[in-house]
Each structure stands twice: as structure tokens, then as C-alpha cells.
């Protein structure tokens, strides 16, 4: 049997260490919220190299979650509404149209942010393709296709990457430093 007796002179230092935890706790997983957010940005990157714009990667920022008397969480997260898709995968349907323009060619996979109808008018013509996709081309003044900009699609299924798991995976040994660290400054001292 093993015997622990606390003596009066430990009993201040005892209770400093109890006030200290809190703070200390919330520190540590400011920190560890932090660094799961560099873990998310980095397997973005890896899953996605080359990425159009790095809007995807910049929204996942830490933050805390609930933080009550006796309960505090925060972790990284992103407002993008595609971001779960692209780890979950799922079907994306239009919603305010009849159609998904999907940029075909290198012009408008590059022109971000501009879709078919931030062309002017007439400058895009639907064609139907021999395999019977509906294009939305440029056209020469003598009806050739000058360049097919846009495929356009009823739905689309996107494949998870599952990149969120891949960046938990990498985080937990970091994080487990860093809440251990902040307890041992705590106990220990600086």
C-alpha cells in the first residue's frame, strides 16, 4: 500500500497549483487548436496540390468552441460550405439554376471566380458535344468552336479526400506535447 500525506507547508503551493490550472489548460488548448489548424492547412496542401485558389486551406482557423465553468473546447474549423464535402465527399446539386458549369479549359479553370454568367451576353454558346455533354464554347464569327469553356452537369459526386482525418492523425502527437508541456510549467515552473 502506498501512503501520501500532505503537510501544511505544501498546502499553499498545493493551491496555487489548482488556480494556476485553469489558465494553464486554456492555454494549452489555444495552442493545441493552433496547431491543429497548421496540421489542416499542411494536408490541404499535400491533398490538394496546385489548388485553384487556397481559399479552402486560409478558412480553417482556431477557435474556441464552448468554453463553461467546467468544460473547454476549441479546435480549427472553416465557414467554407465545401469543405466537409471535400472530406466527406457527397452529391452537389445546383440550386438557383438548371445546370453546374464545370471551367473545362485551362482559361477558365484559372479565371476564379468567373462563371457563365459573368460573360457578356452572346459571348458563350451552348453546343451539344458527339458524346452528348452540354458545352458552353466560344464560337468564331464563322461558327467554329474557338475554345469549350464550360461542361455543364445535372449533379456532380465529389470522392472524400478525407483530408480532416489525415490532419487528426498528425496532430495528436503535437497536441499531446502541448498540453503536457503547459501541465509540466505548471507543476515544475518555467
Known amino acids: 500500500m502506498i501512503k501520501a500525506t500532505v503537510t501544511d507547508e505544501a498546502t499553499p503551493m498545493l493551491q496555487e497549483l489548482i488556480e494556476k490550472l485553469p ?22 496542401l499535400r491533398t490538394f496540390p496546385g489548388g485553384r ?7 480553417f482557423h482556431a477557435q474556441f468552441v464552448k468554453k463553461a465553468a467546467n468544460r473547454l473546447t476549441a479546435g480549427a474549423f472553416s465557414d467554407l460550405v465545401y469543405a466537409s464535402i471535400q472530406n466527406y465527399g457527397g452529391t452537389i446539386l445546383p440550386r438557383t439554376v438548371k445546370n453546374l458549369a464545370i471551367p473545362i479549359s485551362e482559361r477558365a479553370k484559372k ?3 468567373k462563371w457563365p454568367r459573368h460573360y ?11 458524346k452528348g455533354n452540354l458545352i458552353l464554347a466560344e464560337i468564331t464569327k464563322s461558327g467554329r468552336i474557338k475554345e469549350a469553356m464550360f461542361v455543364l452537369k445535372k449533379k456532380v459526386e465529389i470522392t472524400g479526400k478525407h483530408y480532416l482525418e489525415r490532419a487528426a492523425d498528425q496532430a495528436t502527437e503535437g497536441v499531446e506535447k502541448i498540453i ?6 505548471a507543476v515544475y515552473g518555467a
Open 180 to 185: 503536457g508541456g503547459k501541465v509540466e510549467i
Open 111 to 113: 479565371t476564379v471566380g
Open 53 to 59: 485558389t487556397g481559399e479552402l486551406e486560409n478558412s
Open 120 to 130: 457578356p451576353k452572346g459571348q458563350l454558346t451552348l453546343i451539344k458535344s458527339k
Open 23 to 44: 489558465e494553464v489548460f486554456e492555454s494549452g488548448i489555444w495552442d493545441a487548436a493552433l496547431h491543429v489548424e497548421g496540421e489542416i492547412k499542411e494536408e490541404i
